[in-house]
């Protein structure tokens, strides 16, 4: 039986990194990037705790094992993990209906990731909808960015709803579409 619960302990923790690095690109071959999709930062043990300080993450268990897994990230996270800050100082300049993405309440969508043999069963839906119950109240929008090659994922995020905002290619020559999931 498949439970969506909010992380609450180390072992959860632990346990999204070990999906984690399952799906990193750099470890996958050039087909698995295409077909399945890819997550693009590896945590730490302390970046996650650093960030679960602030709030907690939406996660998939089959038993002890966590099988998918939603970040959530704060602005009080970008002071913890510096490679963040970047991103975060880039919304005084992304504009969404108008405004700068920093003058809202939003919570950034870390990383998801879905194992490999639960994909295609809903897994992604219901986790994203248990995020949305547990933020919304607090936080007007979850962003995030997602690679363009990242096609799975960019396809699934905008059949629940987010759309892209701002698109921009960073150092790498990667481009990257900062999208927005709207709860208002």
Same mark, same amino acid.
């Given at each position: 039986?498949?439970?969506i619960l909010i992380s609450?302990?180390?072992?959860? *923790? &632990? ?19 295409? /077909?399945?999709?890819?997550?693009? +930062?590896?945590?730490?043990? $302390? ?7 602030? /709030?907690?993450?939406?996660? %998939?268990?089959?038993? $002890? ?5 939603? *970040? =959530?990230?704060? &602005? ?8 963040? +800050?970047?991103? @975060? /100082?880039?919304? $005084?300049?992304?504009? @969404? ?12 969508? =870390?990383?998801?990731c879905v194992d490999k043999?639960?994909? =295609? ?8 909808? %248990? ?5 919304? $109240?607090?936080?007007?929008? %979850? ?12 396809? %699934?995020? /905008?059949?629940?709803g987010f759309s892209t ?9 990667? &481009? ?9």
């Open positions: 039986m498949i439970d609450k302990s180390i072992k959860d *923790l &632990e346990g999204i990194i070990l999906l984690q690095k399952k799906n990193l690109r750099s470890d996958l071959s050039i087909n698995e990037i295409k /077909e399945q999709g890819f997550v693009t +930062v590896s945590h730490t043990l $302390d970046d996650l705790q650093k960030m679960h300080h602030h /709030e907690p993450n939406i996660i %998939a268990k089959n038993g $002890d094992d966590v099988i998918a897994y939603v *970040l =959530g990230m704060t &602005e009080q996270s970008k002071n913890d993990i510096p490679r963040l +800050v970047e991103m @975060y /100082e880039s919304f $005084d300049h992304i504009q @969404y209906k108008g405004r700068p993405v920093s003058n809202y309440q939003y919570v950034v969508v =870390g990383q998801v043999n639960y994909r =295609g069963q809903g897994l992604f839906d219901r986790c994203y909808q %248990a995020y949305k119950e547990y933020f919304k $109240d607090r936080y007007e929008f %979850a962003i995030t960015e997602i690679a363009s090659i990242n096609l799975r994922s960019m396809k %699934a995020h /905008e059949r629940i905002i701002n698109t921009y290619t960073d150092q790498t020559d990667t &481009e990257w579409n900062v999208v927005v999931w709207d709860w208002r």
